[in-house]
């Protein structure tokens, strides 16, 4: 496989359940992002890891927890989640964080909370 | 809080027809980067802008950064079908390493 690969890519929750969507990039790259995406909205950036250490938490309920246990490999841990939580969650990697920048993305894992 | 504004935020024209997409900010982007995101898949990078008043052609795409590195415009030539999806611009600030994105252009050719 090449590239990043997210599963899953569907998930139907209730408020109650916990949950954990994966990633894994097969790139090599230093840094990885979750992002949640929300129809008409820009992309809001959750949580950023550079050579596995969380290097940002924008403001995200605890609600999701990340996890990094090495530069392949992110998780986000889902729990007690509330349904304004809808929504496409990408991941993605870069090269590292000093770079222009430019982001690889999975193809996203499309969460509905009821 | 730093914006970057898309336009339009939607996009209906037919096969063969013209269009542009502009991203327009108040703030100064060290580099700016245009993804096209197709229904059900992540979005994928198409360039990267870097220098003031750059222009890059990518087939029938032109992409430009304004000369003040605060605007960018993304021009389409006789546009596809397989042209459809979603548009985004993001910009990177000098001081740092999180990019600012445009709510996107959703964008749909007809046959």
């Given at each position: 496989e090449t590239g990043v690969t997210q599963t899953p890519r569907h998930l139907v929750m209730g408020m109650t359940n916990k949950k954990s969507l994966k990633c894994e990039q097969h790139l090599g790259h230093n840094a990885m992002y979750w992002y949640?995406?929300?129809?008409?909205?820009?992309?809001?950036?959750?949580?950023?890891?550079?050579?596995?250490?969380?290097?940002?938490?924008?403001?995200?309920?605890?609600?999701?927890?990340?996890?990094?246990?090495?530069?392949?490999h992110l998780f986000l841990h889902l729990h007690t989640l509330q349904p304004e939580d809808s929504a496409l969650y990408l991941c993605a990697s870069s090269q590292d964080l000093s770079d222009t920048g430019e982001l690889f993305f999975g193809e996203g894992s499309r969460l509905t909370v009821l | 809080t730093q914006l970057l504004e898309q336009s339009p935020q939607?996009?209906?024209?037919?096969?063969?027809?013209?269009?542009?997409?502009?991203?327009?900010?108040?703030?100064?982007?060290?580099?700016?980067?245009?993804?096209?995101?197709?229904?059900?898949?992540?979005?994928?990078?198409?360039?990267?802008?870097?220098?003031?008043?750059?222009?890059?052609?990518?087939?029938?795409?032109?992409?430009?950064?304004?000369?003040?590195?605060?605007?960018?415009?993304?021009?389409?030539?006789?546009?596809?079908?397989?042209?459809?999806?979603?548009?985004?611009?993001?910009?990177?600030?000098?001081?740092?390493?999180?990019?600012?994105w445009g709510a996107g252009t959703k964008l749909i050719i007809k046959p």
């Open positions: 949640k995406q929300s129809a008409k909205k820009p992309l809001e950036l959750m949580f950023v890891y550079s050579l596995e250490e969380r290097v940002e938490n924008n403001s995200v309920p605890s609600r999701f927890s990340p996890e990094c246990p090495n530069s392949s | 939607f996009l209906s024209i037919q096969e063969g027809e013209n269009l542009t997409v502009y991203c327009n900010s108040s703030s100064v982007f060290s580099s700016l980067q245009w993804y096209r995101q197709e229904p059900g898949e992540g979005p994928v990078l198409l360039v990267t802008v870097v220098t003031g008043g750059e222009v890059k052609k990518l087939k029938r795409l032109t992409f430009q950064f304004g000369d003040a590195r605060k605007d960018s415009s993304l021009h389409i030539t006789a546009a596809q079908p397989g042209d459809t999806g979603l548009y985004l611009c993001a910009g990177l600030l000098d001081s740092n390493y999180q990019l600012i």
